[in-house]
């Protein structure tokens, strides 16, 4: 899957008052954590994602799974990308580090997606337009920084 190709849906930035390692550690935990729950699998199965179960290496590595991602890249203290696709998305979560100054961590989380066909377009409408999305990311960023500082 080609990143880069996929429309740009958001991007939420928090900073983090922690080192790029000690948010590297608690953005693997708080993703495999978050995403590994029966919740995810169930929803994973209901829109037919690719990846539909926790699998591969952990702490989260090249290849490693969970329920709606497949861990495309991981570069420890700069980059976690996660792609997945189902039946009305192909999509990409991107979090990327850099240091902030004084010790802290600026953290961001870019979602890129494409939602073809009008099950697509529905499928946009509930998750991205309605604000779900938004929430959820934010609450995501949230634990994260919680669990590093």
Do not use: K, N
């Not at 708080?30 to 919740?39: I, K």
């Not at 100054?101 to 073809?116: I, K, N, S, V």
Request: glycine share 12%; with cysteine; net charge positive.
């Amino acid at each position: 899957m080609e990143i880069a190709a996929l429309p740009q849906v958001d991007e939420r930035t928090t900073v983090v008052a922690a080192s790029a390692t000690e948010v590297w550690q608690g953005l693997v935990e708080t993703v495999d954590g978050a995403f590994g729950r029966s919740r995810s699998a169930g929803y994973a199965r209901l829109v037919g994602c690719a990846d539909r179960t926790a699998s591969g290496p952990r702490p989260l590595a090249e290849g490693s799974t969970v329920p709606g991602f497949r861990v495309a890249s991981a570069q420890p203290g700069r980059e976690l990308v996660l792609i997945g696709r189902h039946h009305f998305s192909t999509y990409a979560l991107v979090f990327r580090l850099e240091e902030a100054g004084d010790g802290r961590t600026r953290l961001r989380a870019e979602t890129r997606a494409r939602f073809p066909g009008p099950g697509g377009a529905l499928y946009r409408l509930l998750v991205i337009t309605s604000g779900g999305h938004a929430l959820l990311t934010g609450r995501l960023l949230s634990a994260i920084r919680r669990r590093a500082e």
